[in-house]
């Protein structure tokens, strides 16, 4: 454009051959005005002035800075934006800043003490189990609630379960949970929706078994892995793992419990089976979006006395040694990963058990740890049943 102007065209002319404003082709030709072309800065400069009109002046940010030093050597040492103004105020000086302009001054100059949380994206939907993570495979979460009355002191305890993708629902109020209460659950829930590729509990005595004798495997555990569903304990007070089944316990007892009055077990049951029709119907297309469910066999037999076979899950933490307690055992894990997240993958088929670091900073890396020979004993295989 200003190369054309030289050459004897006008402004007008040369915008219009170039698309541009008259103003833009005035622009350049003040820019270049007694300059050769190739000694020309034809860099684009932003717009405005090239320093804002209320920014605080040089020396009042190096006046900041020096009281500031002098601050930091006193018997009092406070160095924070308050401190600085009060002493520049007892200084008399003119035209003192605020408090919240000694901040901005001191956050420019990189010379504040804190530094803010690093805000990191949360790790996946069951980030701890791959295929759950990746959307390959869908998990199932149960809970209880304990502790509600109903009318004329009737103590009653709710169990609830929930898909992690899918938001399937489900509840069974009764009068107590035992084991085989929930095994009866587990399978009316699996027949009707198909079954789970992984089953997670918490590691209470229902689901997981008594705690004072090691190698147990339960009755729950063991109807599990009969259906090729994969258990999976969530570490002891270790909030998360159990956000999306605590979450329907919450919710469960604000949409039913709360809203009504319940005379009876059985007015109950029903308003739950109806909160839970209503919950599926609203959730349609996040249940048609999950995962697919394995169908449920139709000749299917419990048989809880036969030998346990296939694979246990228990995320657990290290202890300050490195050590991780799995199944009333204590393992080795790594001198360099203590008070850590780790998988342990208790293989009965193999005879084997295989320990895989967990961080929530890096969900997508899970390298393998340790690995320990372990055996279900002979006389662990068989349990008492108890209805």
């Not at 020309?40 to 002046?57: M, Y």
């Not at 909030?239 to 089944?245: E, I, K, L, R, Y």
């Not at 999950?290 to 419990?302: C, D, G, K, M």
Request: aromatic letters at 8%; a positive charge; proline letters at 7%.
């Amino acid at each position: 454009m200003v190369a054309a102007v030289r050459r004897g065209h006008s402004m007008r002319r040369v915008a219009r051959e170039f698309h541009v404003s008259l103003l833009t082709v005035q622009r350049w030709l003040g820019r270049s005005s007694g300059k050769r072309l190739d000694r020309v800065d034809w860099i684009d400069r932003p717009s405005g002035a090239p320093r804002p009109v209320n920014r605080t002046d040089p020396e009042t940010e190096k006046l900041v800075l020096r009281v500031r030093s002098q601050l930091a050597v006193s018997d009092l040492g406070d160095i924070g934006a308050e401190a600085i103004r009060a002493a520049l105020i007892e200084q008399r000086i003119k035209q003192v800043p605020s408090a919240r302009t000694v901040g901005r001054i001191l956050q420019r100059r990189g010379i504040l003490d804190g530094r803010r949380r690093i805000r990191r994206p949360p790790p996946p939907l069951g980030w701890y189990l791959p295929e759950v993570a990746s959307g390959r495979a869908e998990l199932d979460s149960f809970d209880t609630i304990c502790g509600l009355i109903l009318r004329g002191g009737i103590e009653i305890e709710v169990l609830n379960g929930v898909s992690l993708h899918g938001g399937l629902t489900s509840s069974w109020p009764s009068l107590s949970i035992t084991a085989w209460s929930v095994v009866e659950s587990l399978l009316s829930r699996w027949k009707q929706f198909g079954l789970p590729r992984y089953a997670q509990f918490d590691n209470a005595t229902i689901f997981q078994g008594p705690h004072h004798f090691p190698d147990v495997v339960g009755q729950i555990m063991r109807t599990c892995l009969q259906l090729g569903v994969t258990p999976v304990f969530a570490p002891p007070r270790e909030p998360g793992f159990q956000n999306a089944v605590e979450s329907l316990n919450g919710r469960w007892q604000a949409k039913v419990w709360r809203r009504f009055d319940h005379e009876s077990l059985a007015a109950l049951e029903l308003r739950s089976q109806r909160w839970i029709a209503a919950v599926h119907l609203r959730s349609a297309a996040r249940i048609d979006c999950a995962p697919p469910r394995i169908s449920f066999p139709r000749h299917f037999e419990l048989a809880l006395q036969t030998r346990p076979a296939g694979t246990l899950i228990f995320i657990r933490r290290t202890d300050d040694r490195g050590m991780a307690s799995v199944l009333g055992h204590s393992f080795f894990i790594a001198p360099h990963w203590t008070q850590r997240l780790v998988r342990a993958e208790v293989d009965l088929d193999h005879s084997s058990i295989r320990f895989f670091a967990l961080r929530r900073r890096e969900p997508l890396n899970q390298p393998l740890l340790a690995e320990h020979s372990y055996a279900l004993p002979l006389n662990r295989s068989r349990i008492r049943i108890r209805g």
